[in-house]
Each structure stands twice: as structure tokens, then as C-alpha cells.
């Protein structure tokens, strides 16, 4: 980098996110980089708090009163978002502001246009800043509910204190406090930032709003003071607050259980510092008694201790507590508490007892000393069952002192080892030192097998040094091979054992090169375990290719030669010797039967290594490279489960130039069957059902009619697969063909489809016979173009050299599986009563009989205190509940529910599924508790009604009902992509034709979508750009720059839209989402109830918006609306991590989404793979979209009538 940088260069290099922050630091470190603070854009001076450079440069700007409108600076401060910066920063003064507010003057009438903005630019804490404003821009009345508090940043009261007082004057206004959450961030901030000055104003405002509109819920205050330990608080809310019964919330079991501690240390200070003392004695000593029993765990000092005993002396009589606070303070090594509470107890006159079995978890030598010296406290044997607690902080000297004091304590004989395996090095060192244990052979094997199971090379370390010697392979081999992990590792691959951690501990204590002979001996002929032992690894080559060796050996010393050799003509050079026709390992009358497989695994190898330049030799020069897996013994030698898993799970993690050379590699169809099957992590929505009839087909024949059949074939990649086909119907040119075609449905992919009519002789097998055969037309269609058609029948012209020969039409269904569930209304009558003061309050479970015994697959909701309870849509699956066998017995059994303690059993009764929907309704519930008592019928009866079986709706049962998926894309012309004209740009329009990341992306996540859209209009947005003729930034604009017409018709619409509009406008910035989300809600909010919006965000990097994007993405959650963000380019994108919400649900505030509607992903990860991009970015929108109609309770409308 150049000793000077100029300020163009600058303004250019800060439009790159991560450039920023490394210059930055290089300059604020002083790596000898010249740095000016004058050239950085305002934004980023504010963001490093350098606001002695930014009130000089504004200074200067006005001193003369001659501003530049041409300046970059003058253009930088005319953006809202920088004056907002501005005027909210520290130290701006109110000459400044003032200067600032007269020169941008429309700027700020444009942001003040709400509330929201004024009180963010009033919190700069100058009051003669915000009464300015305020002369201009009056509060509105919901200040008081503002989010904005919670960043609340103002360090002087008063402009704290003229907020609440224009406040006050709204609290007769009916709706102010409607709800309360703009003043619970109130507290939270104020408190959480300890702002002393306010506390006593805002607590006199709380009190007079609740005594206005009468609020009863105090429990956000309460929480807001324990968690921010706020004893001033506490003592103003007990002022106001204390006459009533809130103060006892405060301090509930269930109310604050998870902050026992501050909500001990307020309950302690506020006994102390006010003069409630009667209203505490009020309170009834079971619920202080309740909270201490929780509040014990957190008993583990003296200060603590001393609290309990001054607030509750009775606590202490109840010996479970002092037993808890004993195992508290010798757990902690506290001899000053376990003093204390001996002297508590002496004055109770009770006696100080050490518990027989208490456990002396990490404690010290003074504790142990006093329970053994001064309580009698006895240890009888010290062995593994209690070694944990004397050895987790492997104190030699507690261990000296129980041996000195109880001579004849009993040690176990594996203590030692024990020790060993806890990593107590200096306690095993000292049994083995002064004799009290030794070393077994057994127990020496017992901690290698130890080590190579758990890769501690510590104990290993330790072991050589306590037996002044290596150890001996054949003890080592033992222990691997009675160490199961190791042992088939060893199996699946030699080389996994190389590359293990293993390796590094072998090569420092063991002698490797024994122990290497020792794995190979096994099954490698002598002279090769020589060659290998003296690494002769030129005499192993000529050994394997002169000599006829078996496949597993020849497989090991394949494995072992590519984990020895990582220079490629090297390998190279072996693999061309190994395939010559002089190689005897190789020889065809020999070894052809496995000659494929060994070429299979030589590639795993080379993909394995990265030996690029031997899979390149291998796809150019070898035919048999073509790899035929046969479903034969040879197949199963190299275990399908192991072998291919590994091969394809490594080329999807390969670069670009590797997966060129792979492609020459064709691997046939039963293992590309296996992967779909067996690897494939996208599993299909259903299986659909092609139907298909044609007319008018043109007839090839010259004495009778043709003889058609469909043939479908499925395009995957730049391929085509042949899926199936129907039967063939002699002499008929308008078929209606009675087999039809499956395939797998994919929402998340493109599935293309053509349908290919054939005027056959006999049965095709192969893709590449249908050219033999006479090709009446075919037609190509998206599968999901099918499905999206009304009663999805979709109806085509065949062609055939662009000439027309017949038509075609398609009709889909779906496989449905067993989806259905029994439904059904429960009515009871005169059920027994079981609460002595009132009635039961029932509840149901249905259990299934299994060999096992009852099984509960249902519990229903609770009704409370009736007799009569009454259950509305009752749904359970039905494979849950029958397995299949409609007469299976299942139980109905009804409850009382108790808050404490059992619940009472009602009564029940045996039906099974098929009794029920064959009509039989009314049952008894009979209790056996009473059965025998005389006179006893039963104990109320329930009744079914409605009682059927339903199907749940699918995602085409959606479309077929006329739901559509409307798209909506957003594209990102921040500063930060480049201009196009920059070839560095990722919105660089090639000459040649290549597709940037934007188009790519457009192309194949569009083309998915796209089908399922009616009418094909595709409305496209931009954002972070200045639109010809403007000066602002537009964060949401429509790309034709019509605001009434912005729909491009199909994908290759908006391509064409795309590349004409992207070089007319100027790129800026920051990032911001939610005015794209917002406008895609009044989108949806506007459409027809049956129209699904999936909005496609395409970006480059980090969204500087994140809570207004949060808002509007909760908003968005309860609408019919699915988001898809691809991040394109090298930038940092954990803020889209957060909005996908995969890890935890993203809220704001205390609003959470109703449902997960984001869907982020990288498009880097996947640009050599398009097909893959497309998959994971759309395979949760079916999901996403049956989740909403279930939400909605809307069912899908029965399917549309398809007109010819």
C-alpha cells in the first residue's frame, strides 16, 4: 500500500464494508500508512467517535457561510440517515444544530414527519436542541409507547422530565395507555443504564398513569428493578406501590424463581432501609419460608448466611435446609460459613450434624479437617465410587491428610487407574510413589485402550515416563484392537489412522516404525513390510507392479502410498507403471473381475489427496474409467455404504477445476439411483401421477395408423434422464393411454419435463434408443407448470420441426399415503363429581393396546369445573392411532385434574376406530374402583358426534384449488456491488454473455417460481440507489421506474428488465430491507386471499437496518408471504443468519413471528452446483406456506374445472 492515499480513492475504498474496518485498524495501529480523517465520509467518522474531526469539518463548511452543493462532504450531509447521525451524536452543540437545521431544512421536515424521528434526534441530551424542535415538530401522543427507549441514550434530566410532562398532559386521552409496553422499555433502559436522575421522575409518572387508567399489571416494573438490582427503585416502587399486594409478587415462587439472588438482595434491602417493617410481619411466614428453601442454593457465603438468619431464625429448624447449606459451603470450601452456621445453631441450642452421606465435592483441607477433626465425619474406604470428589482438583494434600488420618482406610485397587482417566496426574504419581497402589499389567493395558479411545496423549506421555521404556507394540496393537472406534477405522480406511491425532502421540513414544510393520505384516507380503518399514518406497512400486497381488492388499498399499507421497509426478508416474500393459498387478487375464473396482478407489484417493493432475490422466486415457457398478459380488466388495458415501460427499466440497475433470467420469445409472436414493437430503413433497392422451396426431404410416407411445423424459443439469413411459396403443392417432407415468415431485427444483411421442416397433430401454424409432412430436413443459393449471391439466401442441403434428394433453395427480386423521365432537353427561368444593374439572387421554401394554397417543384440553364437558374438533392421526389395523382396541379414559397432586380417574371405556365410524356413538364410563359396588351403572357417558375420517390438505391440493405463488424481486444496487461498468463490479454486464451472480441467481430460482404465476407478471424492486435526476438515496424503487406499471412478464422479462435499467442508476447506500418488506406486505395485504407473495432478496452484503427489518419481518409472518435471501459476493452475512432464525425465532422487542418465513442462503456455496442453489433456497417455502393456511385455518377449495 502507498504511503499516501488521495480522498477519491477513499470514498471509493469505504463503500467496501470490510476494506473500512482493516484500513482502520492498519491506521489506528500506525502501519506506516498515511491517513487522513478529513477524507473518510461523515458516516464513518461517527461511527469511530471522532467527533472532533466532524464538528471541525462542518465548522469550516460554515464559517464563511459558502457551502460547495458539489462536495462530496455537502452531498454526505444532506442524506437523512447522516443527520439523524449527526444530530444525535455527543457534543454537536446548539450553534451547530442550529447552522445544520437551516441549510438542510426540507431534509428535516421530511424526516420529522413522525414522532419517532424527533425523539431520536432529541436524545442527543442538549434541552435546547429538543425545545427548538418542538417549536417546529410538536410530540404526538404516542411518544409514550415508542420503542425507541429502549437505546434510550439522554444523560440529562431535563429533557428526560419535559418529555414526561408533555406526557402528562395526554393521560386523559382514552387510548394513551392502551397498552404498556412503551413504558416497560422505559424502565428497562433507564434502569439498565443507570440513569439516578430519572428514576424519580418516571416512577412519580408510572404512578400517576396507573392511577389514571387504572393499570394492574406491575409485574414488567417488578422484574425490571430485580433483574437490574436497582435498590433506589425498589424503595420508590415500595413508596407508591407498597400499601397493596404487588409487593408480595415481587418476591413469588413462580413469579421470579430464575433471579433468586437479586430478588433476595432487594427483599434484604428494602427490610433494612424502610419503615414497612409491619407490612413485612404481615406476611405470611410459608411463602418467605417457600422462597428460602429455593433461595438455599444461592446460601454459599457468610454475607449470605447472615441475611437468612437475621429476615427468618426458624429457617434453621428445619434440618433438610441446614443439610442443603452444609453441602453449600463444603462444595465451596467456606470454613467461615460452616463456623458461622455453627454458631447459629449453638444459640438455637441444636446441634451441628455432618451428614453420614454428604459428598466433599472440590473442598479444602481446613473444611475436610473440620468435619473429620471436629464432627467425627468418617470415611470408610476411598475407591472410584467417591474419588470423584477428593480428586477433581487433584489436591495431593487432602488426599495425605485422610490417608495420615485414618490409617486404615481400605483403598481400591483401581484407584490409581481411576485417577488416571479424571486427569489427576500428581494423585496417581503419589499412590504410585509411596506404594499405596501399583501398576498392573492388566491395568497398564486398561489405560492404553483408554487412550486410543478417548486421544489423551497427556496420560500417554505420562505412562512412558512411569515406565522408563516405549511400549512395546504388540501391547499397543492389543489396545487399538480392543478399542472398537480405532479397530474399525482401521477397517474402513489404513490412511484414517495416518491422519489421526494418534499419529502425532505415536511418533513421540512408541516406536512407529515397529508398530507400522505390525498393521501391515497382517496382510502385506514380507518385502513390501520391509520396503515400507525403510520407506523404500520405489522397491514397494516395482514390488506391487511385478508381482500378482490380492485386491485388499493392493487396496492398503494404495491407501498407505497416497498418504506417504504428495508430489503429483510422483504419483503420477506410479499410476501410469501400474496401468501399463507390463503391470503385473493389473494383467487382464488376472485381474480384469476387479480392474473397475480398483480404479474406483484409485479415484477416491486422488479426490482424497487432491491429486488433480492423475484424475485428469485417468478420465482422458482410460475407457475402463467409464466405471460400471454391477450388482455383483465385486459391487459389495467395497461396501456401497462406505465407499460411495465417501466419494460423494468429498466431490461436493471440491473446486471447480477438480469437478471439470470428474465430469469425464460417467457413472452409470444404478449408482446415480443409489445417490438420489441413499445420499439425497432433499426428499420429495409426493410422488405425482402422469395421466396422458393425445389427438390429432399426425399419422407416419403408409397402410394402417401409427402406433404411439409417450416417452417422459426429465432434465437434470445439461442432461436428460429417461423417467418412464406409457403403453403403446396399435393403429390410434387420438390414444387415451391407460398407464401412467410417476415421478417424483421437487418443489425446490426446476423439473423440466419432455414429453417425447414415438411411433414404436418395440420397448425402449435407454435414452439413447429413441432415435431409432419414428418421432411423431414432442413438447417441453416445467413440472410445476402442470400442477399450477387449473384441475392441473395442462393441454400443448406437439412439434416436430417447428411443424405442428398432433396435441397433447396432461393430466397430474398426487400418491397420496395414509395423511388422514380421525375427527370427531365429544359430548360427556353427568360425569361423577371428585372435588369436594366444586365440580371436576375433565380432561381426556386415548391410549392404543400395543404388546407392550397401552401406549398414549392423545391428550385433550382441560374443561374446567363442569360435569358435562364438551370437546369441539377432536383430531388424532390416524397411523398414530391404529398402525394400520382399523380394529385395533383403543382406551378412552377420563381424569380430574388436580393442581397438586394425582389426577382422579373418572371413568373409561374400549371402542376401536372401526366400531366408531360404523356408527356406534354412545359409550359409558365405567370406573373399577366402583364397579362392584351395588347398584353402581357407570360414572357419566360420553357421546361421539361427527365422527369421521379426514384427509389432510397437501400443498398441491393448494394449487389445484387455485392458490397462486406470486414473486416479487428485490435487487441490491448498493455502492458496495460497484458500478457495472467496473469489471469488478457483481453487476457486470459481460460482453460475452456470462451471467453475473445477480443474473444467475434471477435465472434459476426464478424459472422455479415462475410457473406457479398466473398471469407471469413479476413485479422488481431495487434498492440503495439514486434514480436519474435525483439526489436521494431510494431504498425501495420499482425497476421500470413506473410506480403503476412495474411488472416484467416471465423470467426472461425481468433478465431483459434487468440488464436495460441496472447501468441507469447510481449506486449508493446503506443497505436498508425494511422499506422492500414493507412495500411487498402492501402487495400481499392488496392481493386475492388465494395468492401466496415469495419475495426474492438478492444482496452482497450486511443490512444496516436490522430492527426495522425485524419489525417489518414480524409483520410480514402473519401474512401470506415466504422471504428468500441470496447473499452474492465475499461479504459478512451473520445478520441474514439471524433473520433466518433457524437457531433461535427472531423477535423485536417483545413481538416474536408468528412463523419462520426467511429462508437465507450463500450463493458461493453453490455457484458451481445451480441445480443444488435452487433446491436449498426453495425447499422450505411448501412449509412456510402449509403452515400459514393451517394458521389461518383456511382449507384449500376443491379443484378447478379444466375447459378444453
Known sequence: MKNSITPSIFFQLFRNK?????????????????????DLPLSVIIEKKRFDYLNEKIDKYFSDWTINPHSNWYLDLSRKDILALIVHSENVGYDRFIRIFNEFRIQFNLFFADSHSLLTLATCGDIKVFEFLLKFYPLKRDILQMFQMAVFNCKNAQVFNRILELGEKELKEPNLMGHSIGIQYWFGAILSKQLVDCYQPLMEFYAKACKSKSLRDHHFVVEAIIQNNCMEMAVLYVKYFGTKNHIVEMFSVNGLAKNQMQSFQVFSYLYNNTTLYAYYKSLKLSLLETFLKIYVIQITNLESLNQIYKLCPSFFIDQSNVVNVIANFIQMGEIQGLRKLEEILFEMKIALIIPSNIQIYDTSLEVLKFICDEHDFYIRSIGPSNCFSLGFQDDVNCFKYLLGKFPKIAIDSNLVTTFLMLGCIKLANYLLDTGVCSLSPEQEQQILTFIMSKNTPYLLEFLITRLKRQISYPKLAEAMNATPIMKKAWEVRPSLLHQSQIQKILKHYVDYQVFKGYCLESSFPSPLVEAYKKKEYNKAQNIIINNTIDFATLEKCLATFFHENDQENIVMKFIKQLFSPNSASLREDVNNSYRDLLLFKILCFCIEYNQFQVIQYLSKNHNTCNIKMKANQELNMISLSKEKKIIYEKIGSLGSQTKKYLKAIQFDQLFLEYISTTMNPHQPMSK??????????????TFSKSDPCVYLVEQRGNDWHLVGHTEKIKNNLSPEFKVPITIEYYFEYFQNLKFVVLDIDQEIKALKDLDGHDLIGECITPLGNILAQPGRTLGMDLKKNAETCGRIQIHAEEIVSSDYSLCFNLE?????????????????????????????????????VTLNPDYKDVKIKLEELTGGDMKR???????????VGDHDLIGGFSTSVDTLLNGRCLYGLSNPKKASKHGYKNSGSVQFLNCRLAKEPTFLDYLAGGSEISLVIGIDCTGSNLQPANISSLHHISASGALNSYQRT??????????????????????????????????????????????????QGVMYGY??????????????????????VKIAEAGSKDKYTILLIITDGEICDFESTADAIIKASGLPISIVIVGVGKADFSSMEKLDGDDSKLKSGSKKVERDIVQFVEFDKYKDDLYRL???????????????????????????VYSA
Open 688 to 701: 405425482v401421477e402422469l395421466r396422458i392422451r393425445c389427438s390429432g396426431l399426425k399419422n407416419l404410416d
Open 1059 to 1080: 440488464n436495460n435499467i441496472i447501468t441507469k442508476v447510481s449506486f449508493s447506500g446503506p443497505t436498508n430491507f425494511a422499506p422492500l418488506i414493507e412495500k411487498t
Open 18 to 38: 470490510q476494506l473500512l474496518s482493516f484500513i482502520f485498524e492498519n491506521v489506528r495501529h500506525n502501519l506506516k500508512v498515511s491517513y487522513n480523517f478529513y
Open 828 to 864: 360427556g353427561t353427568e360425569f361423577d363429581k371428585k372435588d369436594t368444593f366444586g365440580k371436576s374439572d375433565p380432561y381426556f387421554r386415548v391410549s392404543k393396546n400395543s404388546p407392550s401394554g397401552w401406549l398414549v397417543v392423545y391428550q385433550s384440553e382441560i374443561k374446567k
Open 1174 to 1200: 435452487s433446491s436449498v433456497t426453495l425447499k422450505e417455502i411448501p412449509k412456510q406456506f402449509m403452515k400459514y393456511q393451517k394458521k389461518h385455518n383456511i382449507a384449500p377449495k376443491p379443484p378447478r
Open 1002 to 1051: 434471477i435465472q434459476t430460482v426464478g424459472s422455479v417460481l415462475a410457473p406457479y404465476d398466473m398471469d407471469g407478471n413479476i413485479e422488481v424492486f431495487g434498492f440503495g440507489a439514486t434514480l436519474p435526476g435525483k439526489v436521494d438515496t431510494n431504498h425501495c424503487f420499482p425497476f421500470s421506474f413506473d410506480e403503476n406499471n412495474n411488472s416484467f412478464y416471465g423470467i
Open 889 to 899: 382396541e383403543i382406551k378412552f379414559d377420563f381424569y380430574d385434574w388436580d393442581a
